[in-house]
């Protein structure tokens, strides 16, 4: 990746320019977004109208969410033409029925369908599909 040469170690975080992440897409990003953060445990860097973005507290990656004004979550386990998960986000916690409780507080749904023993499948306030494992 061009550019990366001004990255050394010992750059501050905040002033590298390899900056990655994932971004989710939802009608009301600053409801995710809250949700997201409470959810990682990490707090809110931006919140702009449009979207914004957690700060995850080292390393150069972030999770983002910007609005979509048109938006159909996807549909966990698939169906032919509806819309199908592109991407899911996996978080290893240390105790799985205490996180999937929290995250279901939080505003999440337990899916339904639920492929493995020790992982949990839930979808977030906008529908987007996630799973916790230990």
């Not at 860097?45 to 449009?50: I, N, Q």
């Not at 995250?103 to 492929?115: I, N, R």
Request: aromatic share 8%; charged share 30%.
């Amino acid at each position: 990746m061009r550019g990366r040469e001004r990255n050394g170690p010992d750059t501050d975080r905040w002033e590298r320019r390899d900056w990655w992440g994932v971004v989710l897409e939802a009608p009301d990003p600053h409801a995710l977004l809250a949700f997201w953060s409470a959810v990682l445990d990490r707090p809110i860097w931006r919140d702009e109208e449009d979207g914004g973005s957690l700060d995850l507290g080292e390393g150069v990656g972030y999770l983002a969410v910007q609005k979509a004004e048109v938006y159909e979550p996807p549909v966990w386990p698939p169906e032919r033409g509806r819309p199908g998960m592109q991407m899911h986000l996996d978080i290893e916690v240390v105790d799985l029925e205490a996180a999937v409780a929290n995250a279901v507080e939080l505003g999440a749904t337990l899916a339904d369908f639920q492929p493995q023993d020790d992982v949990r499948v839930l979808l977030d306030p906008a529908g987007h599909p996630f799973c916790l494992y230990s």
